[in-house]
T-cell receptor, first 111, second 114 residues
């Protein structure tokens, strides 16, 4: 069974641009969560989607948004990028609330 | 607000030693606790998950314990090997209905010296 797939693996953007990251969960998993990892703040929860509905949201500004499609694939979007948005963005999927399986992440660099 | 703390932040030991990594959390209302491993620049690999009703879980050379009432968990690694070098993270899932949110500690960076 394929694991969680995140694309792209690396992105370089400039301030003010927007970016879209993609996550394909493990087959059969309906819950997808997103996390931001930075050296200073560690891993922080962004939001979680289940059956195309956002169930929970972390303390991030409205520039961070996401969605989930009917096939459980999820995207997150960051608009008006800031230097502080440079981070590793991780996606995780789970089945019935148990083990969360993480993808390899997308490393975003904002210049 | 749930907070998770991992001590020490870094640990270096010679190969073959048994070691313990510590994790503490401030709110005992958790659904489960999960230990992860992260290699540099990579994603997270799940090692062990302990449900709130359980006291411990074992997988190979790894054993994780949970004392929910005191807000503590430990990860025991037996007979450490250089390949165990990585950052180890613990995360709790708060007891919020339907929420998959994990709250992470800052991790312990483990180095096993050959």
């Amino acid at each position: 069974k394929a694991g969680v797939t995140q694309t792209p693996r690396y992105l370089i953007k400039t301030r003010g641009q927007q970016v879209t990251l993609s996550c394909s969960p493990i087959s059969g998993h309906r819950s997808v969560s997103w996390y931001q990892q930075t050296p200073g703040q560690g891993l922080q929860f962004l939001f979680e989607y289940f059956s195309e509905t956002q169930r929970n949201k972390g303390n991030f500004p409205g520039r961070f948004s996401g969605r989930q499609f009917s096939n459980s694939r999820s995207e997150m979007n960051v608009s008006t990028l800031e230097l502080g948005d440079s981070a590793l963005y991780l996606c995780a999927s789970s089945f019935l609330g148990n083990i969360q399986y993480f993808g390899a992440g997308t490393r975003l660099s904002v210049l | 607000k749930q907070e998770v703390t991992q001590i020490p932040a870094a640990l270096s030991v010679p190969e073959g030693e048994n070691l313990v990594l510590n994790c503490s959390f401030t709110d005992s209302a958790i659904y489960n606790l999960q230990w992860f491993r992260q290699d540099p620049g990579k994603g997270l690999t799940s090692l062990l998950l302990i449900q709130s009703s359980q006291r411990e879980q074992t997988s190979g050379r790894l054993n994780a314990s949970l004392d929910k009432s005191s807000g503590r968990s430990t990860l025991y690694i037996a007979a450490s090997q250089p390949g165990d070098s990585a950052t180890y993270l613990c995360a709790v899932r708060p007891l919020l209905q339907g929420a998959q949110k994990l709250v992470f500690g800052q991790g312990t960076r483990l180095t096993i010296n050959p």
